[in-house]
T-cell receptor, first 114, second 110 residues
Framework: EAGVAQSPRYKIIEKRQSVAFWCNPI?????LYWYQQILGQGPKLLIQ????????DSQLPKDRFSAERLKGVDSTLKIQPAKLEDSAVYLC????????????FGPGTRLTVT | SQQGEEDPQALSIQEGENATMNCSYK?????LQWYRQNSGRGLVHLIL?????REKHSGRLRVTLDTSKKSSSLLITASRAADTASYFC??????????FGTGTRLKVLA
């Protein structure tokens, strides 16, 4: 089966610009996650969707980050305006449902903010 | 804040040796998982151990969980160069909250 797809793979922007990332989960996976992974650290959960509803966005900086999962399939994560500290790899993952704890990760988008 | 903390931060061993890495966490958990991340790639799920389990095996992997000490260990036996990667523990607590540790960077020398 096809894995989790993410695009773009790399993005370089200047601070105060905006950027958007796209994720297409594995077909049939109801749960979708966005993580931020800063170099040398573990992934930090930003937001978790169950179908098209938000389950947890407690660590999402809502003043600049937004995410949506229209139609309960693919999802976009947006940053506006970007800050230098947003430089990181943004990982998308999906799982069949919250009780099926195995997550499948995409390759990530490496964001550099200059 | 990150709950899972791996130890050691980095580990270098010879091919064929065993590699052991540890994870400690702070609160009660539903389960604990281990993931592998190759350089520049996404994470791959290795094994899950539930809070009522003490030990689990999968191929060359052996995971133990001690909920009284809030710690887990991952043992990779007969390591190979292809095992070179970063290894993360992740705990789920409350309602499916995933919290990853800081990772152990394993290097297996051929």
């Amino acid at each position: 089966e096809a894995g989790v797809a993410q695009s773009p793979r790399y993005k370089i922007i200047e601070k105060r610009q905006s950027v958007a990332f796209w994720c297409n989960p594995i077909s049939g996976h109801a749960t979708l996650y966005w993580y931020q992974q800063i170099l040398g650290q573990g992934p930090k959960l930003l937001i978790q969707f169950q179908n098209n509803g938000v389950v947890d966005d407690s660590q999402l900086p809502k003043d600049r980050f937004s995410a949506e999962r229209l139609k309960g399939v693919d999802s976009t994560l947006k940053i506006q305006p970007a800050k230098l500290e947003d430089s990181a790899v943004y990982l998308c993952a999906s799982s069949l449902d919250p009780s099926d704890y195995e997550q499948y990760f995409g390759p990530g988008t490496r964001l550099t903010v200059t | 804040s990150q709950q899972g903390e791996e130890d050691p931060q980095a580990l270098s061993i010879q091919e064929g040796e065993n590699a052991t890495m540890n994870c400690s966490y702070k609160t009660s958990i539903n389960n604990l998982q281990w993931y592998r991340q190759n350089s520049g790639r996404g994470l791959v799920h290795l094994i899950l151990i539930r809070s009522n389990e003490r030990e689990k095996h999968s191929g060359r992997l052996r995971v133990t969980l001690d909920t009284s000490k809030k710690s887990s260990s991952l043992l990779i036996t007969a390591s190979r160069a292809a095992d070179t990667a970063s290894y993360f523990c992740a705990v789920t607590s409350g309602t499916y909250k995933y919290i990853f540790g800081t990772g152990t960077r394993l290097k297996v020398l051929a």
